[in-house]
């Protein structure tokens, strides 16, 4: 038996969803807690599988975690064990970022190597670099990164090759436990790195400079509790923004700082959507024809990577020849093919995607690859014409919350199931 999502698309979206805490925001800032004894609590949780892996680890180690839908309070009084095994590095690839506060905490960590995934080779090395330049005693065996600091970390210079969103977390986390001062120049400006530094300074840290790509961590020898708020999710609200153009619909999307958005604020507004921000808001509205456009993946204020996916579905029904050329993993065209199924036209050459715009896609079953595929998948799923069935759903359940609910409210027709061999029964959404 296997579930899949179905979805009964031809329906122009309208409404306002409220999007969550955003994932990725999350995961760093829940990792911060290895860094105290105290206990912080964090508000704005989102409900997915990557946030129930990552407390699972910080549990490993020693947390005591309590849960209430929306908040999350946890405190690490003591550490336990320092080791990140294979199968949760292996479902959840940040839990390698707790490499940098095991061992500023505990002087010692054992994690797997992350390894590939679906969307590229992903390598850690810059994390390990940064780190050795930190003192830390780096061996990689079997696929097992053995870091020892008996003496702590010290205090470096650190210069990042590309700004490394997972790399960056890592040295804000170490060097904010490690007295003196650390610098990472080349480092991410995205608004999660933002979020982090701003939750280390409530902790009685001090970073200076996130944000830009120059960011200085004046190291403590301790740090205490806190209580935060996860920002909201700017992919998630991407994707309902998405959502809403292929279907020539109009949607608001709420909980988010449009300038979380970047670069991507530009191309829809180059698609010739109707957009408009507010505090805590964009929403966009169709103004019939959908343009076709040229973007790059960048690191932030750039287009985000991670809407990548999303965006070439709601291209597949532009009018005219879009491009998109992926520069931040070189493996992530996946979703293409099975877009492709649905009827689009979508040729990928490397890292370059050139997408001829059709007038109407068409339900097929189709197979999601990773999180973002799978938002792809629901976005030409809700504008197709027919029943699309989502095989994999379990990469939705780690990106977007209340998926089924939140589309059902815009007016999109989607449910879980269950397949077994015989036939399709309905299972609930
Ligand atoms: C994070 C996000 C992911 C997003 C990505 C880029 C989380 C949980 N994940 O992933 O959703 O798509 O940022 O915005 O927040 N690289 C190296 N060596 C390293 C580290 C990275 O070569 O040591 C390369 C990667 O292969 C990739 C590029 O740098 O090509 C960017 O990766 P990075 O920013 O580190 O992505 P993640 O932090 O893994």
């Not at 996130?210 to 740090?223: M, R």
Request: net charge negative; proline share 4%.
């Amino acid at each position: 038996m296997s579930e899949f999502i179905e979805v009964i698309g031809g329906s122009p979206l309208s409404g306002t969803v409220t999007v969550g805490g955003a994932k990725n925001g999350a995961l760093p800032m829940l990792m911060a807690s290895i860094l105290t004894a105290e206990q912080i609590q964090y508000d704005n949780v989102p409900n997915l599988e990557d946030i129930n892996l990552t407390v699972h680890l910080l549990e490993q180690f020693g947390a005591r975690v309590e849960y209430v839908p929306g908040t999350l309070k946890v405190s690490v009084p003591e550490l336990v064990a320092t080791e990140a095994s294979y199968s949760l590095v292996k479902a959840l690839r940040a839990s390698f970022w707790v490499l940098g506060p095991l061992l500023a905490r505990g002087g010692a960590a054992r994690v797997a190597l992350p390894g590939g995934d679906i969307i590229g080779a992903r390598p850690v090395d810059m994390h390990v670099a940064a780190l050795s330049q930190m003192g830390a005693d780096i061996k990689v065996k079997h696929g097992v990164v053995y870091a020892t600091a008996p003496d702590g970390l010290r205090p470096a210079r650190i210069q990042l090759r590309s700004p490394s969103v997972g790399a960056t977390h890592q040295v804000i986390m170490a060097a904010a436990l490690t007295r003196g001062i650390t610098t990472i120049e080349g480092a991410a400006r995205e608004p999660e790195v933002v979020a982090l530094a701003d939750l280390i300074n409530s902790m009685g840290g001090h970073v200076e400079g996130a944000g830009t790509s120059s960011i200085t961590i004046f190291g403590k020898e301790s740090l205490g509790g806190a209580h935060v708020r996860v920002l909201g999710d700017r992919i998630e609200a991407g994707t309902y923004l998405l959502a809403a153009a292929a279907t020539r619909g109009s949607v608001k999307a709420q909980g988010i700082n449009p300038a979380h958005l970047g670069g991507f604020l530009d191309v829809l507004a180059d698609m010739g959507l109707s957009v408009e921000c507010g505090d805590d808001y964009v929403s966009v509205a169709s103004r019939g024809t959908l343009k076709a456009v040229s973007v790059s993946t960048a690191p932030f204020p750039g287009l985000a990577t991670d809407l990548q996916a999303p965006l070439m579905a709601t291209l597949s029904l532009a009018e005219g020849t879009s491009r998109i050329e992926e520069n931040i993993f070189e493996g992530r065209f996946g979703h293409a093919s099975e877009l492709c199924r649905m009827g689009a036209k979508i040729e990928v050459s490397e890292r370059t995607a050139i997408i001829h715009g059709v007038e109407r896609l068409t339900g097929a079953p189709v197979e999601a690859f990773d999180i973002r595929a799978a938002a792809a998948l629901v976005i030409g799923g809700v504008a197709a014409e027919g029943v699309t069935h989502i095989f994999e759903p379990q990469h939705i359940r780690r990106g977007y919350e209340y998926l089924e609910a939140k589309f059902s409210k815009l007016g999109a027709h989607l449910c879980c199931r269950v397949a077994d061999a015989e036939d399709f029964s309905f299972a609930g959404c």
